[in-house]
C-alpha cells in the first residue's frame, strides 16, 4: 500500500485493452477527419481540393490569396483589441466583485450575488434585440467597446473568483490588515496572488470565447475597422468570389492558427484550465 | 460604525461591476417584456401599446412553432448523444491507453475552434457532387445527396456539428470526476466481484451525476443560444428546416426590423430558459448523491 500509482483492477489488459484502445484511436481520427481535410484543401493546388493524391504538390498559394482578398491584418488586430479589452475589463470588475462576495457582510449582498447569477441563465447572447437599442441609445453601434461591453461583468468569473477567494484563511486577511494594509492594497497582496492558477484559467476560457464569439459581433458592427475576426471570416466565405473551397478553407485555418497553436502548445494548461473553471 | 463602513466598501467594490449588469442583463431583460406589450415603430406611426397582440401572433405563427419544434429536436438530438459520447471518451482517455493524450487532444480540438469556421469546414463536407461524404457515398456506390439541401437530413446535419463540437468539452468535466472517484471503491468492487459493466453502473455513473448535472444545464443553454452554424450552413433552410429559436429571433429584428415581435419571440425563449433550469434543479437534485 506503500506505493503511491495503485493498481485499478478494471484497468483493461490484454486483448480488450487493444481493442479498447482501437476504438478510442478510432474515434479520434473520425474526429480530428474534418479539420484534416480543411488542411488538406488549404495546402493544395484547387485541382487536388477533392481529388486525394499523395504525391500532390504543396502549396501556400491559397494562404496568399485569401488574405490578399479581405482585410484580415486588420481583423486581426480588431480581434487581438476586443480580447485584450474584453478580458482586462473582466478580471478587474470580477476581482473587486468578488472580494465584496467573499469577503464583506452587508446588508443586500445575498440579493445581489442572486442577481448577478441570473446572468448565467439570461446571457448577452439571447438578448441581443435590446442591448442593439441600447447601444444605438449611447452612440456606439459599430464599435469595438460595444462588442464587448455586455460581457464585461461576467458572471461567471465572479461566481469563479469569488469561490476561490473563500478559500483564503482569513488570517491571512487579518494580519495584512494588521500591517495597515488598505482592503486594496490586502486584495492585491494577499488575495490575488494566490488566485493565480484560477485567472489564468479564466483568462484561457475567456480569450477562446470571444475570440470565437460571432452572433453578437455580427450585429453590433458593419465596418471593416470594428469587425473581428469571425465577422471578417464569414462575409469573405459569404461574399462574391464564388465558392472556392481551397481559399475558404486557407481563411478558416489561417484564423484560427493562433489559438490552434495557441492549444497544441499548451495543451495541458487549456485542458486544465477549462476543468478548473468548470468544477467549481 | 463598523458595519456601516463595510456595507459601503461592500457596494463600492460591487458597484462598476453592479452597473454594467443591471444596463447589458437585467434591464434589457425587463425592456424585451414590456416591449412586446408594444407595435413596433414605424415612420409616422409611433409605438403603441397593444396589449397581447404580440403573443397572438406568437400563437398563430408556423415558423415560431416550426422553430420551436426544430429547437426540442435539436436539443433532444444533441443532448443525450454528446453527454454519452462525452463518458465514453473520458473513460477511455481515463483508462491508460496507447497516446492517450493524443487521443484527448484529437477529442477537445473542436471546442477551441470558433463555431463559425468548423461549421464553413463542415459545409464542405456536406458539399453535394464533391464534398468528402458524397466521395465516401459514391464509393460505397451509395445514391447522392444532398445533406443541407433536402428538408428531411439538413436538421441532422447541423446536430451532428454540434455534437461534434461540444462532446469533447464535456469529456473534460467528466474526467476530472472520473479522477475524483477514490481507487479505493474499485477495489473493493473487485473484490465483490463485480463486472466493469456493474461497476460503471452502479458506482461511477452515480457519482457522477453531479458532473452530468452541470453538464445538462451547459447544454440546454447551448442548444438555445448557439446559431453561428446556421447562420453559416443553412440560413433556417431549406424552407425553414433547420429554424431555430435564436435563428428566428435575429431573423425577425434584425432583416425584417420587427423589433417589438422579436421581443415577444426572445421573452418566449428567456421563459423557456429558465422552464428548463427550474426543472432540471427540480428533477435531478434530488437523484444525485453528493460525496
Not at chain 1, 194 to 218: C, D, K, Q
Not at chain 2, 97 to 124: D, Q, S
Request: net charge neutral; charged share 10%.
Amino acid at each position: 500500500m506503500s506505493t503511491p500509482e495503485r493498481h485499478d483492477p478494471y484497468a483493461p489488459s490484454g486483448a480488450s485493452r487493444a481493442l479498447e484502445s482501437a476504438a478510442a484511436w478510432l474515434l479520434a481520427i473520425l474526429w480530428v477527419l474534418p479539420l484534416a481535410y480543411a488542411l488538406w484543401a488549404a495546402f493544395h493546388p484547387a485541382e487536388f481540393t477533392t481529388r486525394f493524391a499523395l504525391f500532390a504538390p504543396l502549396t501556400l498559394e491559397n494562404f496568399e490569396r485569401a488574405w490578399a482578398a479581405a482585410p484580415f491584418a486588420r481583423y486581426f488586430l480588431n480581434t487581438f483589441v476586443l480580447v485584450t479589452l474584453t478580458l482586462g475589463c473582466q478580471l478587474v470588475l470580477c476581482t473587486l466583485a468578488a472580494y465584496a462576495f467573499a469577503r464583506y457582510d452587508f446588508a443586500g449582498s445575498n440579493v445581489a450575488f442572486a442577481l448577478v447569477l441570473a446572468q448565467l441563465m439570461i446571457m448577452p447572447d439571447v438578448l441581443i434585440v435590446e442591448n442593439y437599442r441600447t447601444m444605438g441609445r449611447i452612440g456606439m453601434i459599430d464599435t469595438i467597446p460595444a462588442i464587448a461591453l455586455p460581457y464585461v461583468a461576467s458572471a461567471f468569473g465572479i461566481f469563479l473568483l469569488r469561490q476561490t477567494f473563500k478559500t483564503v484563511p482569513q488570517e491571512l486577511d487579518d494580519a495584512a490588515r494588521v500591517e495597515g494594509a488598505s482592503p486594496l492594497q490586502v486584495l492585491l497582496k494577499v488575495y490575488v496572488p494566490l488566485a493565480r492558477p484560477i485567472y489564468v484559467a479564466y483568462g484561457l476560457v475567456s480569450v477562446s470565447y470571444h475570440w470565437n464569439n460571432f452572433l453578437w459581433p455580427l450585429i453590433v458592427t458593419n465596418s471593416v475597422e470594428a469587425r473581428p475576426l469571425t465577422v471578417g471570416l464569414q462575409v469573405f466565405s459569404s461574399g462574391d468570389q464564388g465558392i472556392d473551397w481551397a481559399i475558404i478553407c486557407a481563411a478558416t485555418l489561417m484564423t484560427t492558427a493562433p489559438l490552434l497553436v495557441g492549444f497544441l502548445l499548451f495543451q495541458r494548461q487549456f485542458v486544465q484550465s477549462f476543468m478548473r473553471a468548470g468544477i467549481r | 460604525m463598523h458595519r456601516l463602513s463595510a456595507a459601503i466598501h461592500g457596494w463600492l467594490l460591487l458597484l462598476p461591476a453592479m452597473a454594467l449588469l443591471v444596463l447589458f442583463t437585467h434591464w434589457p431583460a425587463v425592456a424585451t417584456f414590456i416591449d412586446s406589450f408594444y407595435s413596433t415603430p414605424r415612420p409616422r406611426r409611433p409605438a403603441r401599446f397593444i396589449g397581447l397582440d404580440n403573443y397572438q401572433t406568437i400563437m398563430g405563427d408556423p415558423v415560431f412553432w416550426q422553430s420551436l419544434w426544430n429547437n426540442l429536436l435539436f436539443a433532444l438530438g444533441t443532448i443525450p448523444v454528446s453527454i454519452a459520447l462525452a463518458i465514453l471518451m473520458a473513460l477511455w482517455v481515463n483508462d491508460r491507453i496507447a497516446g492517450r493524450t493524443l487521443v484527448r487532444m484529437a477529442y477537445f480540438t473542436p471546442t477551441i475552434l470558433p463555431m463559425i469556421a468548423v461549421a464553413n469546414i463542415w459545409l464542405f463536407f456536406y458539399t453535394p457532387q464533391y464534398g468528402l461524404l458524397e466521395q465516401i457515398a459514391g464509393a460505397l456506390g451509395l445514391a447522392s445527396h444532398n445533406w443541407l439541401g433536402s428538408p428531411d437530413t439538413a436538421l441532422l446535419a447541423v446536430t451532428i456539428v454540434a455534437i461534434w463540437k461540444e462532446a469533447g468539452f464535456f469529456m473534460i468535466f467528466y474526467l476530472a470526476a472520473l479522477q475524483g472517484i477514490s481507487p479505493s471503491l474499485a477495489e473493493a468492487a473487485a473484490l465483490e466481484g463485480a463486472s466493469r459493466w456493474t461497476f460503471f453502473r452502479r458506482v461511477q455513473f452515480p457519482l457522477l451525476m453531479p458532473t452530468t448535472l452541470f453538464v445538462l444545464i451547459n447544454a440546454v443553454i447551448n442548444a438555445f443560444r448557439t446559431v453561428d452554424h446556421i447562420i453559416v450552413m443553412t440560413r433556417g433552410g431549406p424552407d425553414n428546416a433547420t429554424m431555430l429559436l435564436l435563428y428566428y429571433i435575429y431573423q425577425v429584428g434584425f432583416q425584417f426590423w420587427d423589433t417589438t415581435y422579436a421581443a415577444s419571440l426572445t421573452t418566449v425563449l428567456l421563459v423557456l430558459l429558465a422552464l428548463a433550469a427550474f426543472a432540471q434543479y427540480g428533477f435531478l437534485e434530488r437523484r444525485i448523491h453528493y460525496r
